[in-house]
Protein backbone atom coordinates (compact mmCIF):
# COMPACT_ATOMS: atom_id res chain seq x y z
CA UNK A 1 0.00 0.00 0.00
CA UNK A 2 1.73 3.22 -1.30
CA UNK A 3 -0.04 6.39 0.43
CA UNK A 4 -1.39 4.26 3.58
CA UNK A 5 -4.35 4.82 5.89
CA UNK A 6 -4.75 8.72 6.96
CA UNK A 7 -7.77 8.94 10.06
CA UNK A 8 -9.07 12.17 11.04
CA UNK A 9 -10.82 12.79 14.71
CA UNK A 10 -11.07 15.13 17.49
CA UNK A 11 -13.51 17.52 19.45
CA UNK A 12 -14.10 20.92 20.46
CA UNK A 13 -11.73 21.80 17.76
CA UNK A 14 -9.24 19.96 18.20
CA UNK A 15 -8.31 18.20 15.03
CA UNK A 16 -6.19 15.03 15.22
CA UNK A 17 -4.69 13.22 12.51
CA UNK A 18 -2.57 9.49 12.23
CA UNK A 19 -1.42 7.55 8.50
CA UNK A 20 -0.98 4.12 9.34
CA UNK A 21 1.43 2.62 9.15
CA UNK A 22 3.39 4.85 11.41
CA UNK A 23 6.45 5.38 8.98
CA UNK A 24 9.92 6.59 10.20
CA UNK A 25 10.52 10.35 9.14
CA UNK A 26 14.22 11.99 8.63
CA UNK A 27 14.79 12.25 12.34
CA UNK A 28 14.37 8.51 12.99
CA UNK A 29 11.27 8.87 14.80
CA UNK A 30 8.04 7.15 13.79
CA UNK A 31 5.11 9.78 12.32
CA UNK A 32 2.13 8.89 14.82
CA UNK A 33 3.91 7.27 17.55
CA UNK A 34 1.82 10.04 19.75
CA UNK A 35 -1.59 9.74 17.71
CA UNK A 36 -1.82 6.76 17.67
CA UNK A 37 -2.01 5.85 21.03
CA UNK A 38 -3.99 9.12 21.22
CA UNK A 39 -6.35 7.84 18.68
CA UNK A 40 -6.33 4.45 20.83
CA UNK A 41 -7.55 6.57 23.98
CA UNK A 42 -10.31 8.51 22.48
CA UNK A 43 -11.94 5.56 21.64
CA UNK A 44 -14.78 4.66 23.90
CA UNK A 45 -15.41 1.01 25.39
CA UNK A 46 -17.23 -1.20 22.80
CA UNK A 47 -21.19 -2.22 23.49
CA UNK A 48 -23.01 -5.17 22.20
CA UNK A 49 -26.68 -5.86 21.82
CA UNK A 50 -28.09 -8.55 24.39
CA UNK A 51 -31.66 -8.99 24.87
CA UNK A 52 -32.65 -5.65 23.28
CA UNK A 53 -30.12 -3.39 25.28
CA UNK A 54 -27.31 -2.06 25.12
CA UNK A 55 -24.47 -3.81 27.79
CA UNK A 56 -21.02 -3.20 28.81
CA UNK A 57 -19.29 -6.44 29.73
CA UNK A 58 -15.33 -6.69 29.29
CA UNK A 59 -15.62 -10.60 30.19
CA UNK A 60 -17.19 -10.68 26.65
CA UNK A 61 -16.07 -7.67 24.72
CA UNK A 62 -13.03 -6.10 25.63
CA UNK A 63 -12.34 -3.37 22.83
CA UNK A 64 -12.91 0.24 21.66
CA UNK A 65 -14.87 1.84 19.54
CA UNK A 66 -15.22 4.66 17.08
CA UNK A 67 -18.90 5.79 15.11
CA UNK A 68 -18.48 6.57 11.66
CA UNK A 69 -19.68 10.59 12.63
CA UNK A 70 -16.59 11.21 15.39
CA UNK A 71 -13.83 10.42 12.43
CA UNK A 72 -13.15 10.13 8.62
CA UNK A 73 -10.44 8.17 6.96
CA UNK A 74 -9.63 8.50 3.18
CA UNK A 75 -9.42 4.81 3.20
CA UNK A 76 -12.12 3.37 0.30
CA UNK A 77 -13.13 0.14 -0.30
CA UNK A 78 -14.19 1.00 -3.51
CA UNK A 79 -11.29 2.13 -4.33
CA UNK A 80 -8.93 -1.00 -3.92
CA UNK A 81 -11.41 -3.03 -5.63
CA UNK A 82 -12.66 -4.99 -2.04
CA UNK A 83 -16.22 -4.13 -2.87
CA UNK A 84 -16.16 -5.46 -6.65
CA UNK A 85 -14.57 -8.93 -5.24
CA UNK A 86 -17.57 -9.07 -2.72
CA UNK A 87 -19.57 -8.69 -5.36
CA UNK A 88 -18.08 -10.79 -7.34
CA UNK A 89 -18.08 -13.85 -5.08
CA UNK A 90 -21.23 -13.43 -2.32
CA UNK A 91 -23.35 -11.46 -4.47
CA UNK A 92 -23.05 -11.84 -7.95
CA UNK A 93 -25.62 -10.42 -10.37
CA UNK A 94 -26.07 -8.23 -7.38
CA UNK A 95 -25.11 -4.44 -6.10
CA UNK A 96 -23.75 -3.83 -2.68
CA UNK A 97 -23.35 -0.65 -1.19
CA UNK A 98 -20.75 -0.41 1.90
CA UNK A 99 -21.47 1.87 4.61
CA UNK A 100 -18.45 3.31 7.22
CA UNK A 101 -20.24 2.14 10.96
CA UNK A 102 -17.30 1.78 13.81
CA UNK A 103 -14.03 2.09 14.08
CA UNK A 104 -12.69 -0.93 16.41
CA UNK A 105 -9.57 -1.32 18.87
CA UNK A 106 -9.05 -4.54 20.01
CA UNK A 107 -5.67 -4.02 22.64
CA UNK A 108 -3.51 -7.06 23.90
CA UNK A 109 -2.80 -8.82 26.11
CA UNK A 110 -6.51 -9.35 25.81
CA UNK A 111 -8.53 -7.74 23.92
CA UNK A 112 -11.31 -9.80 22.36
CA UNK A 113 -14.62 -10.79 21.43
CA UNK A 114 -16.56 -13.78 21.60
CA UNK A 115 -18.77 -15.56 19.32
CA UNK A 116 -21.80 -13.91 18.35
CA UNK A 117 -24.22 -12.55 15.12
CA UNK A 118 -24.25 -9.36 14.36
CA UNK A 119 -27.58 -7.74 15.11
CA UNK A 120 -28.84 -6.35 11.17
CA UNK A 121 -29.11 -2.31 11.19
CA UNK A 122 -31.75 -2.82 8.29
CA UNK A 123 -34.08 -5.17 6.05
CA UNK A 124 -31.18 -4.82 3.49
CA UNK A 125 -27.99 -5.65 5.31
CA UNK A 126 -26.55 -8.62 4.17
CA UNK A 127 -23.11 -8.60 5.29
CA UNK A 128 -20.55 -7.16 6.90
CA UNK A 129 -17.29 -6.18 5.66
CA UNK A 130 -13.77 -6.02 8.46
CA UNK A 131 -10.94 -3.90 7.50
CA UNK A 132 -7.94 -4.08 9.39
CA UNK A 133 -5.81 -1.54 9.09
CA UNK A 134 -1.68 -1.82 9.19
CA UNK A 135 -0.63 -1.88 12.85
CA UNK A 136 1.73 -4.41 14.69
CA UNK A 137 0.14 -7.06 16.52
CA UNK A 138 -0.09 -10.86 17.54
CA UNK A 139 -2.79 -12.80 17.92
CA UNK A 140 -6.93 -11.50 17.38
CA UNK A 141 -7.64 -13.81 14.67
CA UNK A 142 -11.26 -13.27 13.10
CA UNK A 143 -12.87 -16.93 13.09
CA UNK A 144 -16.24 -17.22 10.82
CA UNK A 145 -18.62 -20.11 11.15
CA UNK A 146 -21.16 -20.89 9.38
CA UNK A 147 -23.08 -24.53 8.85
CA UNK A 148 -20.51 -26.25 11.06
CA UNK A 149 -17.48 -25.33 9.04
CA UNK A 150 -15.04 -22.45 10.28
CA UNK A 151 -12.47 -19.80 8.47
CA UNK A 152 -9.91 -18.39 10.87
CA UNK A 153 -8.40 -14.77 9.15
CA UNK A 154 -4.62 -15.02 10.77
CA UNK A 155 -4.22 -11.25 10.11
CA UNK A 156 -1.42 -11.07 12.86
CA UNK A 157 0.65 -13.49 10.42
CA UNK A 158 0.89 -10.59 7.73
CA UNK A 159 2.38 -8.09 10.18
CA UNK A 160 6.23 -8.52 9.52
CA UNK A 161 8.50 -6.01 8.56
CA UNK A 162 8.17 -6.91 5.22
CA UNK A 163 4.35 -6.93 5.40
CA UNK A 164 3.50 -4.13 7.85
CA UNK A 165 2.02 -1.67 5.10
CA UNK A 166 -0.85 -4.46 4.08
CA UNK A 167 -4.58 -3.51 4.63
CA UNK A 168 -6.48 -7.28 5.13
CA UNK A 169 -9.85 -7.77 5.12
CA UNK A 170 -12.65 -10.06 5.20
CA UNK A 171 -16.05 -10.29 4.37
CA UNK A 172 -19.40 -12.27 5.34
CA UNK A 173 -23.18 -12.68 5.53
CA UNK A 174 -24.96 -11.24 8.08
CA UNK A 175 -26.08 -14.63 9.90
CA UNK A 176 -22.34 -16.15 10.29
CA UNK A 177 -21.57 -16.46 13.54
CA UNK A 178 -17.48 -14.59 13.96
CA UNK A 179 -15.41 -13.98 16.93
CA UNK A 180 -12.35 -11.90 17.72
CA UNK A 181 -9.98 -14.30 19.10
CA UNK A 182 -7.84 -12.92 21.85
CA UNK A 183 -5.05 -10.26 21.21
CA UNK A 184 -1.82 -11.09 22.91
CA UNK A 185 0.16 -7.93 22.18
CA UNK A 186 -0.24 -4.57 19.77
CA UNK A 187 -3.25 -3.06 19.07
CA UNK A 188 -5.85 -4.45 16.43
CA UNK A 189 -7.51 -1.58 14.74
CA UNK A 190 -10.47 -2.19 12.23
CA UNK A 191 -12.93 -0.52 9.95
CA UNK A 192 -16.05 -2.34 10.21
CA UNK A 193 -18.63 -1.65 7.58
CA UNK A 194 -22.62 -2.55 6.72
CA UNK A 195 -23.12 -4.23 3.44
CA UNK A 196 -26.45 -3.63 2.13
CA UNK A 197 -28.32 -5.01 -0.98
CA UNK A 198 -28.58 -2.24 -3.99
CA UNK A 199 -28.97 -1.34 -7.69
CA UNK A 200 -25.44 -1.69 -8.74
CA UNK A 201 -24.50 -2.61 -12.38
CA UNK A 202 -25.39 -6.38 -11.65
CA UNK A 203 -29.14 -4.96 -11.11
CA UNK A 204 -29.23 -2.94 -13.94
CA UNK A 205 -30.43 -5.02 -16.79
CA UNK A 206 -32.40 -7.20 -14.35
CA UNK A 207 -36.21 -8.16 -14.77
CA UNK A 208 -39.34 -8.10 -12.29
CA UNK A 209 -37.55 -10.54 -9.86
CA UNK A 210 -34.22 -9.32 -10.43
CA UNK A 211 -32.72 -12.32 -12.33
CA UNK A 212 -33.30 -10.81 -16.13
CA UNK A 213 -29.86 -10.39 -16.47
CA UNK A 214 -28.68 -13.90 -15.87
CA UNK A 215 -29.22 -17.44 -17.62
CA UNK A 216 -29.57 -19.46 -15.39
CA UNK A 217 -31.21 -22.05 -17.91
CA UNK A 218 -27.22 -22.54 -18.52
CA UNK A 219 -26.18 -23.45 -14.63
CA UNK A 220 -25.80 -27.43 -14.26
CA UNK A 221 -28.54 -27.63 -11.23
CA UNK A 222 -30.72 -26.12 -13.63
CA UNK A 223 -30.36 -28.64 -16.25
CA UNK A 224 -30.40 -31.23 -14.22
CA UNK A 225 -33.31 -29.94 -13.11
CA UNK A 226 -35.12 -29.90 -16.73
CA UNK A 227 -33.96 -32.91 -17.68
CA UNK A 228 -35.65 -34.87 -14.94
CA UNK A 229 -38.63 -33.20 -14.96
CA UNK A 230 -38.95 -33.47 -19.10
CA UNK A 231 -37.40 -36.91 -19.78
CA UNK A 232 -38.79 -39.21 -16.52
CA UNK A 233 -42.66 -39.10 -16.65
CA UNK A 234 -42.21 -42.22 -13.30
CA UNK A 235 -40.76 -39.11 -11.42
CA UNK A 236 -43.89 -37.48 -9.48
CA UNK A 237 -46.36 -38.67 -12.63
CA UNK A 238 -48.79 -37.67 -10.62
CA UNK A 239 -47.63 -34.23 -9.79
CA UNK A 240 -46.63 -32.37 -6.21
CA UNK A 241 -44.03 -30.22 -4.87
CA UNK A 242 -40.57 -29.74 -4.39
CA UNK A 243 -38.88 -28.30 -1.15
CA UNK A 244 -36.08 -27.21 -0.41
CA UNK A 245 -34.24 -25.97 2.89
CA UNK A 246 -32.52 -22.49 2.48
CA UNK A 247 -28.90 -22.64 4.11
CA UNK A 248 -28.89 -19.16 4.98
CA UNK A 249 -31.40 -16.84 7.07
CA UNK A 250 -32.44 -13.73 6.47
CA UNK A 251 -33.17 -10.47 7.81
CA UNK A 252 -36.58 -9.38 7.40
CA UNK A 253 -40.04 -11.64 7.21
CA UNK A 254 -42.86 -9.05 6.58
CA UNK A 255 -45.37 -9.76 3.59
CA UNK A 256 -45.09 -6.46 1.89
CA UNK A 257 -41.36 -6.72 1.47
CA UNK A 258 -41.92 -10.49 -0.99
CA UNK A 259 -40.77 -8.75 -4.12
CA UNK A 260 -37.61 -7.94 -2.72
CA UNK A 261 -37.04 -11.97 -1.29
CA UNK A 262 -35.32 -12.92 -4.76
CA UNK A 263 -32.89 -10.03 -4.42
CA UNK A 264 -31.90 -11.40 -1.03
CA UNK A 265 -31.10 -14.88 -1.81
CA UNK A 266 -27.30 -15.54 -0.94
CA UNK A 267 -24.99 -18.63 -2.88
CA UNK A 268 -26.96 -21.77 -2.83
CA UNK A 269 -30.29 -20.78 -2.01
CA UNK A 270 -29.81 -18.18 -5.16
CA UNK A 271 -28.65 -21.22 -7.24
CA UNK A 272 -31.61 -23.05 -6.19
CA UNK A 273 -34.14 -20.46 -7.05
CA UNK A 274 -32.66 -20.27 -10.30
CA UNK A 275 -33.17 -23.72 -11.22
CA UNK A 276 -36.69 -23.65 -10.08
CA UNK A 277 -36.96 -20.57 -12.17
CA UNK A 278 -35.72 -22.23 -14.92
CA UNK A 279 -36.86 -25.72 -14.94
CA UNK A 280 -40.56 -22.87 -15.33
CA UNK A 281 -41.97 -24.01 -12.07
CA UNK A 282 -44.42 -22.06 -10.21
CA UNK A 283 -43.26 -21.64 -6.47
CA UNK A 284 -43.38 -19.83 -3.07
CA UNK A 285 -41.45 -18.99 -0.01
CA UNK A 286 -42.54 -19.54 3.25
CA UNK A 287 -41.06 -19.05 6.60
CA UNK A 288 -40.86 -22.18 8.59
CA UNK A 289 -41.01 -23.54 12.26
CA UNK A 290 -39.25 -26.54 13.61
CA UNK A 291 -40.28 -30.06 11.08
CA UNK A 292 -41.16 -27.82 8.24
CA UNK A 293 -44.28 -26.76 9.67
CA UNK A 294 -45.07 -23.89 7.67
CA UNK A 295 -46.28 -20.73 9.28
CA UNK A 296 -49.37 -20.12 6.76
CA UNK A 297 -51.47 -23.41 6.53
CA UNK A 298 -53.13 -22.09 3.42
CA UNK A 299 -49.43 -22.25 1.37
CA UNK A 300 -49.75 -24.41 -1.25
CA UNK A 301 -53.43 -23.59 -1.44
CA UNK A 302 -51.84 -19.81 -2.63
CA UNK A 303 -49.04 -22.16 -4.53
CA UNK A 304 -51.71 -24.02 -6.02
CA UNK A 305 -53.90 -20.91 -7.60
CA UNK A 306 -50.88 -19.12 -8.69
CA UNK A 307 -49.85 -21.76 -10.75
CA UNK A 308 -53.35 -21.95 -12.16
CA UNK A 309 -53.57 -17.95 -13.17
CA UNK A 310 -49.99 -18.51 -14.78
CA UNK A 311 -50.73 -21.35 -16.78
CA UNK A 312 -54.30 -19.69 -17.73
CA UNK A 313 -52.06 -16.57 -18.75
CA UNK A 314 -49.78 -19.07 -21.23
CA UNK A 315 -49.99 -19.42 -24.66
CA UNK A 316 -47.06 -21.77 -25.33
CA UNK A 317 -43.89 -23.35 -23.17
CA UNK A 318 -43.84 -23.26 -19.54
CA UNK A 319 -44.10 -19.25 -19.67
CA UNK A 320 -41.82 -16.63 -17.08
CA UNK A 321 -41.41 -17.72 -13.69
CA UNK A 322 -44.09 -16.75 -10.71
CA UNK A 323 -43.09 -16.21 -7.05
CA UNK A 324 -45.98 -16.17 -4.50
CA UNK A 325 -45.08 -14.92 -1.20
CA UNK A 326 -46.32 -16.38 1.93
CA UNK A 327 -43.69 -14.89 4.81
CA UNK A 328 -45.67 -13.56 7.71
CA UNK A 329 -43.96 -11.30 10.42
CA UNK A 330 -41.87 -13.35 12.39
CA UNK A 331 -42.99 -14.38 15.84
CA UNK A 332 -40.62 -14.53 18.70
CA UNK A 333 -42.25 -17.17 21.28
CA UNK A 334 -40.16 -18.12 23.77
CA UNK A 335 -43.56 -20.23 25.20
CA UNK A 336 -42.44 -23.62 24.00
CA UNK A 337 -45.55 -24.20 22.47
CA UNK A 338 -46.76 -27.58 21.80
CA UNK A 339 -46.97 -26.95 18.05
CA UNK A 340 -43.14 -26.88 17.75
CA UNK A 341 -42.77 -30.60 18.26
CA UNK A 342 -44.38 -33.55 17.06
CA UNK A 343 -46.79 -35.25 19.06
CA UNK A 344 -48.81 -38.64 18.52
CA UNK A 345 -52.09 -36.93 17.24
CA UNK A 346 -54.07 -40.59 17.09
CA UNK A 347 -54.47 -40.37 21.15
CA UNK A 348 -56.11 -38.38 23.10
CA UNK A 349 -55.21 -35.02 24.90
CA UNK A 350 -57.92 -33.80 27.14
CA UNK A 351 -55.70 -30.84 27.96
CA UNK A 352 -55.10 -29.58 24.70
CA UNK A 353 -57.65 -27.45 22.77
CA UNK A 354 -59.00 -28.87 19.91
CA UNK A 355 -58.62 -26.30 17.16
CA UNK A 356 -55.04 -26.85 18.34
CA UNK A 357 -55.17 -30.28 17.63
CA UNK A 358 -56.54 -29.56 13.92
CA UNK A 359 -53.52 -27.09 13.42
CA UNK A 360 -51.17 -29.23 14.08
CA UNK A 361 -52.80 -31.86 12.08
CA UNK A 362 -52.98 -29.35 8.78
CA UNK A 363 -49.17 -28.05 9.65
CA UNK A 364 -47.91 -31.49 9.37
CA UNK A 365 -50.39 -32.64 6.49
CA UNK A 366 -48.95 -30.16 4.26
CA UNK A 367 -45.35 -31.09 5.09
CA UNK A 368 -46.36 -34.86 4.74
CA UNK A 369 -47.48 -33.64 0.75
CA UNK A 370 -44.20 -31.60 0.16
CA UNK A 371 -41.31 -34.17 -0.96
CA UNK A 372 -37.79 -32.62 0.68
CA UNK A 373 -34.90 -32.58 -1.52
CA UNK A 374 -32.50 -31.04 1.60
CA UNK A 375 -33.41 -31.46 4.92
CA UNK A 376 -31.90 -28.88 7.56
CA UNK A 377 -29.55 -30.17 9.86
CA UNK A 378 -29.78 -29.59 13.75
CA UNK A 379 -27.06 -26.66 13.50
CA UNK A 380 -29.40 -24.97 11.02
CA UNK A 381 -32.35 -25.34 13.91
CA UNK A 382 -30.18 -23.70 16.18
CA UNK A 383 -29.33 -20.77 14.64
CA UNK A 384 -32.92 -20.02 13.97
CA UNK A 385 -33.41 -20.02 17.98
CA UNK A 386 -31.07 -17.45 18.49
CA UNK A 387 -29.68 -14.97 15.71
CA UNK A 388 -30.79 -11.83 16.01
CA UNK A 389 -31.40 -12.53 19.90
CA UNK A 390 -28.36 -13.26 21.09
CA UNK A 391 -24.79 -10.65 21.62
CA UNK A 392 -24.27 -8.27 18.96
CA UNK A 393 -23.55 -5.04 17.96
CA UNK A 394 -26.23 -2.85 18.58
CA UNK A 395 -29.38 -3.59 20.85
CA UNK A 396 -32.19 -3.59 17.91
CA UNK A 397 -35.61 -5.15 17.72
CA UNK A 398 -37.44 -4.20 14.34
CA UNK A 399 -35.37 -6.13 12.33
CA UNK A 400 -34.99 -10.53 13.47
CA UNK A 401 -33.92 -13.04 10.98
CA UNK A 402 -36.35 -16.40 9.67
CA UNK A 403 -35.83 -19.59 8.42
CA UNK A 404 -37.16 -20.10 4.90
CA UNK A 405 -37.89 -22.80 2.63
CA UNK A 406 -38.80 -22.62 -1.15
CA UNK A 407 -41.46 -25.35 -2.24
CA UNK A 408 -42.25 -25.65 -5.86
CA UNK A 409 -45.26 -27.13 -7.93
CA UNK A 410 -44.06 -30.01 -10.18
CA UNK A 411 -46.93 -30.59 -12.94
CA UNK A 412 -48.19 -33.83 -13.43
CA UNK A 413 -46.51 -36.11 -16.51
CA UNK A 414 -49.13 -34.93 -19.11
CA UNK A 415 -48.87 -31.21 -18.23
CA UNK A 416 -45.17 -31.80 -18.70
CA UNK A 417 -45.63 -33.19 -21.94
CA UNK A 418 -44.91 -37.13 -21.14
CA UNK A 419 -46.27 -40.02 -21.23
CA UNK A 420 -46.52 -42.37 -19.10
CA UNK A 421 -46.44 -46.20 -19.84
Known amino acids: MAKGVTIRWGQ ?36 FG ?60 SGMFKSHVDTPRGEKQVGSLVVCLPVAFQGGGLAVRHGGQQIVHEWSTFMTDEAASCVQWAAFYSDCEHEVLPVIEGHRVTLTYNLYLAHGTGLL ?37 LGFDLTHLYPHTHPSLHAFVPQMLKGADLAVYEAVQAAGLTCVLGGCRNDHHFEQIDILDKLDAQDRRRRRNEVTGWGREAMVNALTPLRVDDSGDYHEQEVPLEESFDEVEVSKVKDLRARVAIRERITWVNVSGHDAAKELSFAGLAYGNQAE ?25
Open 50 to 109: HDGKDVYDPSYRLAGAMSAQDFTTDFCPYETGIIDMITQILMRWRGLRAELYKLNVYSGP
Open 205 to 241: AQGEWGIGGLQPAQLPLSQHLRDLLLAKPVLMPNGGY
Open 397 to 421: LKVRYSNVALVAKVPNAAERGLKVV
Open 12 to 47: HGEGRVVTLPCRPSVSGSSEGTAALPQLIADCTPAT
